[in-house]
T-cell receptor, first 117, second 113 residues
Framework: GAVVSQHPSRVICKSGTSVKIECRSL??????MFWYRQFPKQSLMLMAT?????????EQGVEKDKFLINHASLTLSTLTVTSAHPEDSSFYIC?????????????FGPGTRLTVT | SQKIEQNSEALNIQEGKTATLTCNYT??????LQWYRQDPGRGPVFLLL?????KEKRKERLKVTFDTTLKQSLFHITASQPADSATYLC????????????FGKGTKLSVKP
């Protein structure tokens, strides 16, 4: 149980284009989903927290107009990187917290490697 | 602000030995502290959680300690195996009970046969 999937696992896009990454909770309902970014040999950095049906809360320094988050259902959240640039190349990881579970229980997806050329 | 320090970027040990990884936090004592395993190109996998009022937690070959005086957690893998080779991340909560996590950079463990 408690499986989180991400799609795609890898994506290469050209500078200036937009990319959408999906995060799904496969066998549970997630009221809250988190989006992280991880650069090589660095820690996971929380970008934003999204609650189903409401606007995402972005961490300081994360541009909400550049990283669009939509948590439209209890099993799906999407992250759209708009007008991507090479410096956006990173490993993007989502996690999900099951409805009614302890606040510290998060299940992580396998990650999406984004490369912007 | 809270910072998480995992002092060793890499740790190499021989199979069968006990691996000990260190996690230090700099500010307030978190309500709980978690350890994750991350394999290359994969997301973190939860291993253990220890609360601030717990001194020690065990799960099979894993043991975690939490010393709020030293602001430190130790993560032990006994009878280590090459399959234990991975990066191990320490994480603590912040922002009260919201569940948002701060991660350390991780320690890459290599267990040699």
């Amino acid at each position: 149980g408690a499986v989180v999937s991400q799609h795609p696992s890898r994506v290469i896009c050209k500078s200036g284009t937009s990319v959408k990454i999906e995060c799904r909770s496969l066998d549970f309902q997630a009221t809250t989903m988190f989006w992280y970014r991880q650069f090589p040999k660095q820690s996971l950095m929380l970008m934003a927290t999204s609650n189903e049906g409401s606007k995402a809360t972005y961490e300081q320094g994360v541009e909400k107009d550049k990283f669009l988050i939509n948590h439209a259902s209890l099993t799906l959240s999407t992250l759209t990187v708009t007008s991507a640039h090479p410096e956006d190349s990173s490993f993007y990881i989502c996690s999900a917290r099951e409805s009614g579970r302890a606040f510290y229980e998060q299940y992580f997806g396998p990650g999406t490697r984004l490369t912007v050329t | 602000s809270q910072k998480i320090e995992q002092n060793s970027e890499a740790l190499n040990i021989q199979e069968g030995k006990t691996a000990t990884l260190t996690c230090n936090y700099t500010n307030y004592s978190p309500a709980y502290l978690q350890w994750y395993r991350q394999d290359p190109g994969r997301g973190p996998v939860f291993l253990l959680l220890i609360r601030e009022n717990e001194k020690e937690k065990r799960k099979e070959r894993l043991k975690v300690t939490f010393d709020t005086t030293l602001k430190q957690s130790l993560f032990h893998i006994t009878a280590s195996q090459p399959a234990d080779s991975a990066t191990y991340l320490c994480a603590v909560n912040y922002g009260g009970s919201q569940g948002n996590l701060i991660f350390g950079k991780g320690t890459k463990l290599s267990v040699k046969p």
